[in-house]
């Protein structure tokens, strides 16, 4: 999803019908170990997928999950979420 566009919590949430607090977590856990980063606009955090990683291993997995994930079809149709969602409704 963060491929696709930057977001924050509660549009993660929506997308994925997880509690707020397990999204939050595990962008915790993502950016700690630089796969994202996080950005303040306004009243929203917004999550974006690192695109100049700092670590070694980041450097290599990155790519290899741009090759893996694509033909997913979970993936995918999250994707497709991520294009729809709007911040405006779902916070």
């Known amino acids: 999803m963060l491929e ?3 977001l924050c919590v509660c549009e993660i949430t929506a997308i994925l019908k997880l ?8 962008l915790s856990i993502l ?27 980041i450097n290599r997995l990155l790519p290899l999950f741009a090759k893996w994930l694509p033909d997913n079809e979970v993936v995918k149709a999250d994707a497709k979420k991520a294009l729809s969602i709007d911040r405006e409704t779902v916070c």
């Open 31 to 57: 950016r700690n170990a630089g796969f994202v980063s996080d950005a303040k606009e306004g009243k929203w955090i917004n999550y974006s997928l690192v695109r100049s990683p700092a670590g070694p291993y």
């Open 4 to 6: 696709t566009r930057s």
């Open 19 to 26: 509690a707020t607090s397990t999204v939050s977590k595990h």
